[in-house]
């Protein structure tokens, strides 16, 4: 069974940038989908990018669009969630998330995630 560990939290102005990583361990991960979703205080945890196995395929949520990027190394066994341009509403505990089985669909509900990280907490200031 994989287990993801995500680094790369903090506190950070708006219109500022983080790099969000997630580090799996466990057997063909480069074989699974992953995702990051987030979860803000009182509210439910939403989708915010999903990438393919192979990398070669990812969405985004409207809100993220433009701002956020995410990728995959699968030799390191590393998936990343560049974020520029943040905003206040941005803030939340950020999820890592790995699905696994072997698909090519666009997975964004969260109940199909069935690995999860322990999440990395985002602040955005104004």
């Known amino acids: 069974q994989a287990q993801l560990l995500e680094s790369g939290g903090g506190l950070v102005q708006a219109g500022g940038s983080l790099r969000l990583s997630c580090v799996a361990s466990?057997?063909?991960?480069?074989?699974?989908?992953m995702a990051w979703f987030r979860q803000a205080p009182g509210k439910e945890r939403e989708f915010v990018a999903n990438i393919r196995a192979n990398g070669g395929g990812t969405d985004y949520a409207d809100s993220v669009v433009g701002r956020f990027t995410i990728s995959r190394d699968n030799g390191w066994n590393t998936v990343y969630l560049l974020m520029n341009s943040l905003k206040p509403e941005d803030t939340a505990v950020y999820y890592c998330?790995?699905?696994?089985?072997?698909?090519?669909?666009?997975?964004?509900?969260?109940?199909?995630?069935?690995?999860w990280g322990q999440g990395t907490q985002v602040t955005v200031s104004s």
């Open positions: 998330a790995a699905y696994s089985s072997i698909t090519s669909a666009s997975i964004k509900n969260p109940h199909q995630y069935n690995i």
């Open positions: 466990g057997p063909r991960f480069n074989r699974f989908p």
